[in-house]
């Protein structure tokens, strides 16, 4: 197994690092980044190593947030208005 790239370590995590950033196991990291839960990672490398940076980090951690408590997702689009649809209300 080829050890990750110096240079994309310092700004961006592996699999091992963003499971435990997240809280969550590698396992369970995995399988969401197979079922779509998650977005795909920030880079993938020649030897398949995968990176994430800190937008996809945000990403995951509100991903999560929200798989916790679903209601929290139409706080969300109350927030930001400029993402409804034009008809779908005031």
């Known amino acids: 197994m080829a050890r ?3 240079k994309h370590t310092v700004q961006m995590c592996t699999v091992a690092r963003a499971a435990i950033l997240l809280g969550i196991k590698i ?3 995995r399988r969401r980044l197979e079922s779509g839960a998650f977005l795909p990672p920030t880079l993938i490398d020649e030897n ?10 945000a990403g995951a951690r509100l991903a999560l947030e929200l798989e916790k408590d679903p209601e ?8 930001q208005p400029e993402t409804r649809l034009k008809g779908d209300g005031p």
């Open 4 to 6: 990750p790239k110096l």
């Open 72 to 79: 929290a997702w139409l706080a969300l689009i109350e927030l």
């Open 48 to 57: 398949g190593t995968r990176y994430f940076g800190g937008d996809w980090l």
């Open 27 to 29: 396992p369970q990291l």
